[in-house]
């Protein structure tokens, strides 16, 4: 008999998000899963860590056999536990990895992310946040987002290549410090899928101004994202805009390997 | 007359700390300055965001030229003006740009953060997460951080490589997309600077337990680093570990380009 796989999942809107809800059912046909989520939405939460205040973990016993919500697809004969904390996307990868799971998970995925991660969207996403973390673990990790931000997208058309990049990814793993970044286009039938690189792009008219209710001005980030290379059809953001699902493979080295030698002739002393 | 320079300066540790006045006072020999920084502390805020609460910048009257704190260099013939946001330092550089320069600055710096952002903790830094957002927007951007986490450290060993480092990248500017990670070791006589790759590294033991005074049990972060190849001498790490400042050019395109055709082999569809 076949080891049971262990697959750990979380996500950056919350442990009652419907996308993470998706990812739990549909994992649990490949093999046991535990999520811990935070217990509400921690958009834009990149890799952050809570460094000054303590946080909770709770078992959650929210869902379990009974969601049967109609939007999610059906659990697979793998069982499925919930822990809540009160940290950022990257804390419940920590927290998980000393207190909940004792043992190396086979798999970690993290989203679905509702509004996709594309481009430089990875380094603002507390859903990519989680992935990298779990990747430093030496995990292998896969980010899903959506480009759609309703609150209960239909997530049916994913549903295969989620499983089918879960699976691909059991039996051949990632090499060490890779993460899989993957991003859903908003449509009813999807295109394909596309190994692509990170878009260069830029969120301009980032702020809105308003007054709160004591006549103080506030701003609220905001902001339009330009794909800087709309021409170039090798990336996640030209994928996402013809219909096919993004799949980008991101190094957690960042060191800029190019720039060594000639910084070093004036740098070092 | 050659033209005043206009150089942008943030941190995480929040305005009141040493590290950003040192270097407000330091930049202001090489060009006018602004400051716009956290209100207090936001240690660990990576890239992180706020998405979802609006925030408050606000003119901070607190120091210049009264700030004869005996720990600071002098200050240099040109202004510096203080603001403080109530968001994160991505926030900080976001604001700045749309609200206070006005203009496109010619360096960012961010720092001088207490506590050294070397290897992974590049991943987690509130410091180098600001001078990702500075490049993001095209601006040549240097975090600078020390090793030491006391409240009030000495950081003149460091000044004379702080000035000449900024000066050289004001002068020949960074690669689009290309950021510099400088840490400082806890010494008292610099050996020298260091370009040097991120080490690869791993926190380990990373919770503590504690009940709070009504009984329940929290978590707080904290942890050991390791380094994960201690015999290369090519990482920032060892360079620390012999008492040299590490200059580490970091990319922005996170995208594993040697894992493209491999994984288009198995998940393109």
Same mark, same amino acid.
């Given at each position: 008999?076949?080891?049971?796989?262990?697959? !750990?999942?979380?996500?950056?809107?919350?442990?009652?998000?419907?996308?993470? =809800?998706?990812?739990?059912?549909?994992?649990? =046909?490949?093999? %046991?899963?535990?999520?811990?989520?935070?217990?509400?939405?921690? #958009?834009?939460?990149? $890799? #952050?860590? #809570?460094?000054?205040?303590?946080?909770?973990?709770?078992?959650?016993?929210? !869902?379990?056999?009974?969601?049967?919500?109609?939007?999610? +697809?059906?659990?697979?004969?793998?069982?499925?536990?919930?822990?809540?904390?009160?940290?950022?996307? @990257?804390?419940?990868? %920590?927290?998980?990895?000393?207190?909940?799971?004792?043992?190396?998970?086979? /798999? @970690?995925?993290?989203?679905?992310?509702?509004?996709?991660?594309?481009?430089?969207?990875?380094?603002?996403?507390?859903?990519?946040?989680?992935?990298?973390?779990?990747?430093?673990?030496?995990?292998?990790?896969?980010?899903?987002?959506?480009?759609? !931000?309703?609150? *209960?997208?239909?997530?049916?058309?994913?549903?295969?290549?989620? @499983?089918?990049?879960?699976?691909?990814?059991?039996?051949? *793993?990632? +090499?060490?410090?890779? $993460?899989?970044? @993957?991003?859903?286009?908003?449509?009813?039938? /999807?295109?394909? &899928?596309?190994?692509? *690189?990170?878009?260069?792009?830029?969120?301009?008219?980032?702020?809105?101004?308003?007054?709160?209710?004591?006549?103080?001005?506030?701003?609220?980030?905001?902001?339009?994202?330009?794909?800087?290379? +709309?021409?170039?059809?090798?990336?996640?953001?030209?994928?996402?805009?013809?219909?096919?699902?993004?799949?980008?493979?991101?190094?957690?080295?960042? &060191?800029?390997?190019?720039?060594?030698?000639?910084? *070093?002739?004036?740098?070092?002393?």
């Amino acid at each position: 008999m076949m080891e049971e796989k262990l697959i !750990f999942i979380t996500n950056d809107d919350g442990i009652q998000a419907l996308g993470i =809800r998706t990812l739990a059912h549909l994992m649990s =046909r490949l093999g %046991k899963v535990v999520v811990v989520a935070p217990d509400s939405a921690r #958009s834009g939460a990149g $890799c #952050s860590i #809570s460094s000054t205040t303590p946080i909770e973990l709770c078992k959650w016993e929210g !869902f379990g056999d009974l969601d049967t919500d109609p939007l999610l +697809p059906a659990k697979g004969e793998h069982d499925i536990e919930y822990f809540t904390c009160t940290g950022t996307p @990257v804390d419940c990868v %920590k927290i998980a990895h000393e207190q909940v799971l004792h043992a190396t998970p086979d /798999l @970690v995925v993290s989203g679905i992310n509702h509004g996709d991660n594309a481009s430089v969207s990875v380094h603002y996403s507390g859903t990519v946040g989680a992935v990298i973390e779990a990747t430093l673990k030496g995990w292998s990790s896969i980010a899903f987002s959506f480009q759609g !931000f309703k609150k *209960r997208p239909d997530f049916s058309p994913f549903f295969d290549s989620i @499983v089918k990049i879960a699976e691909h990814i059991l039996q051949h *793993r990632l +090499p060490p410090y890779e $993460c899989l970044n @993957v991003n859903f286009p908003e449509v009813e039938k /999807l295109q394909g &899928t596309r190994v692509a *690189r990170m878009a260069k792009g830029l969120w301009t008219g980032e702020w809105s101004s308003a007054h709160n209710p004591h006549g103080k001005n506030m701003f609220w980030l905001t902001g339009a994202f330009n794909n800087l290379e +709309p021409e170039q059809t090798d990336t996640d953001c030209w994928a996402l805009e013809h219909g096919y699902a993004s799949i980008t493979p991101i190094q957690l080295d960042m &060191t800029a390997y190019d720039s060594l030698e000639m910084l *070093r002739k004036y740098l070092n002393s």
